[in-house]
């Protein structure tokens, strides 16, 4: 059965208490220098396939936030094609770089052998990472970016099952060695459960007739590739604007899949625990779903005091935390928008650790 979290707990975490440290931001330069690199890669993509293979979103403002310099510890949870990985190595760091996608690990660690002495590179799900951290000896560490979304290569590889622009097997796992996969769901959940998945991981408006009608299919037709969803999808369902009829529904097998929403409350859980002081979590989201779950994540770590009508007054917050250093989230300058047309939907949110001892 598919659960689908229809809440967020307004406590989500446990605290974690240790030393206060300022952390400075990297200046002009750096930001400079990583839109000569983003302008650089976009302009050798049809050069390289590995160019070609992802090109990082929000790259200056990563490095603003995330400040890699020499002696810094960070952690991208998210390696995928290397590209945020490459730009805090070349900035002096030490990364480790986490994926659950053993074809994107490959890749990474091909184009990151020049910095192979200050890379680690660790296989599995970013939830897990307190875990996969200590296993190769690490406590805490200074930052830790995700970037939350389906990478280029994956949307372009048939194979994956992420996109119905090329006809594949319905796959759309992240991790191609475990779990159910979208053809799973589509075939053998209930109608309740199709329903409950496209309305709330897709927003589907015309999530009831679209589960009832999956359902009457597959009694006569399993569904086995994308294009036989897909194309059934556009039978039922009329063309309105530039979306294709079945973007929100392939969006919400993919985060069911994935787990995705649950994987990032995770993440969000255990994060100050892997964090030294003043070390920062910085988020990259692509979609409203996952974007509300970071702001009020973010927002109520950050407050000191909680208030309820109910109370004579307001009382110390216990999931107190981190200092919100975005109180609006970053998003793509008009200069990346015209190279990389991916990071319009990209948002930034950071936050960074405090010290709770000093206050």
């Known amino acids: 059965m598919i659960y689908v979290d229809k809440q967020t707990p307004t406590s989500l975490f446990t605290q974690q208490e240790g030393a206060c440290a300022e952390v400075g931001m990297t200046g002009a330069s750096s930001r400079a220098s990583a839109v000569t690199l983003l302008k650089h890669k976009s302009m050798k993509a049809t050069e390289s396939s590995q160019s070609d293979y992802h090109t990082p979103v929000l790259l200056s403002e990563v490095l603003q936030y995330m400040a890699p310099v020499k002696g810094k510890v960070l952690v991208d949870g998210t390696l995928g094609g290397g590209g945020h990985t490459e730009a805090m190595l070349s900035a002096g760091a030490h ?14 660690k091909a184009r990151l052998v020049p910095f192979e002495d200050r890379f680690t590179s660790l296989q599995g799900n970013f939830s897990d990472m307190p875990a996969l951290l200590n296993e190769a000896g690490y406590d805490q560490v200074d930052g830790i970016l995700v970037d939350i979304g389906v990478s280029s290569w994956q949307l372009d590889e048939a194979d994956r099952g992420f996109s119905f622009g090329k006809d594949g097997p319905l796959d759309m796992r992240m ?47 399993l569904f086995v590739t994308t294009l036989d969803l897909a194309d059934f999808i556009s039978s039922i369902i009329p063309r309105g604007g530039k979306s294709h009829p079945a973007t929100r529904i392939f969006q919400a097998l993919r985060i069911a899949v994935n787990d995705e929403l649950g994987v990032l409350k995770e993440l969000l859980i255990r994060a100050s625990s892997m964090l030294r002081p003043g070390g920062r979590l910085g988020v990259i989201t692509f979609h409203s779903l996952e974007d509300r779950i970071v702001k009020q994540f973010f927002k109520h770590a950050s407050q000191p005091e909680i208030d309820r009508k109910e109370w004579s007054e307001a009382r110390p917050n216990p999931d107190y935390c981190y200092k919100l250093l975005t109180r609006r989230p970053i998003t793509a300058s008009d200069e990346e928008l015209k190279i990389n047309r991916r990071s319009r939907s990209a948002k930034l949110r950071v936050v960074e650790k405090i010290n709770l001892q000093t206050l």
């Open 95 to 108: 990364v480790i770089g986490i994926d659950q996608d053993e074809q994107a690990l490959h890749h990474a």
């Open 175 to 221: 991790d191609r060695g475990s779990g159910q996969t979208a053809a799973d769901l589509v075939n053998y959940a209930s109608e309740e459960e199709l329903r409950t998945i496209f309305f709330e991981y897709g927003e589907e408006r015309a999530s009831r007739k679209i589960a009832s009608r999956i359902v009457e299919h597959r009694e006569t037709k």
